[in-house]
């Protein structure tokens, strides 16, 4: 069984930075590619970013490329989300997740990584974190 567990969120300025952070219990990040979601009130779960745990790749949507950075410890078995230039649209809950990587046919790693980010079902998630972008 895997458990994420989020932390790192909080109240920020606009303009300012947070970090997230999502420790994965009971696999290692090896076999996995994990995922940052984010829900606003009102509105529906979009996906963030997502990172391959064996390699490393990226994916980042297009609302926060540039400014959201995804990375991993995988000593550490965590994931880290570092949000820069936050703006209030900026604001939700943000979640972790994970599932299981799986074959892609794909032209290059970034491709398969977007691929899978876009294609899994994410098994597991995080309790979730807020983040709130305001003055």
């Known amino acids: 069984q895997v458990q994420l567990v989020e932390s790192g969120g909080g109240l920020v300025q606009p303009g300012g930075s947070l970090r997230l952070s999502c420790e994965v219990s009971g696999r290692t990040l090896d076999n996995y590619l994990i995922g940052w979601f984010r829900q606003a009130p009102g509105k529906e779960r979009e996906r963030v970013s997502c990172?391959?745990?064996?390699?490393?790749?990226?994916y980042y949507e297009d609302a926060v490329k540039g400014r959201f950075t995804i990375s991993s410890d995988n000593e550490r078995n965590t994931v880290f989300l570092q949000m820069n230039s936050l703006n209030p649209e900026d604001t939700a809950v943000y979640y972790c997740a994970a599932d299981a990587l799986f074959p892609v046919s794909a032209s290059t790693p970034s491709v398969a990584a977007r691929l899978r980010c876009q294609l899994s079902k994410f098994d597991y998630w995080g309790q979730g974190a807020q983040v709130t972008v305001s003055s």
């Open positions: 990172i391959t745990g064996n390699d490393g790749t990226v």
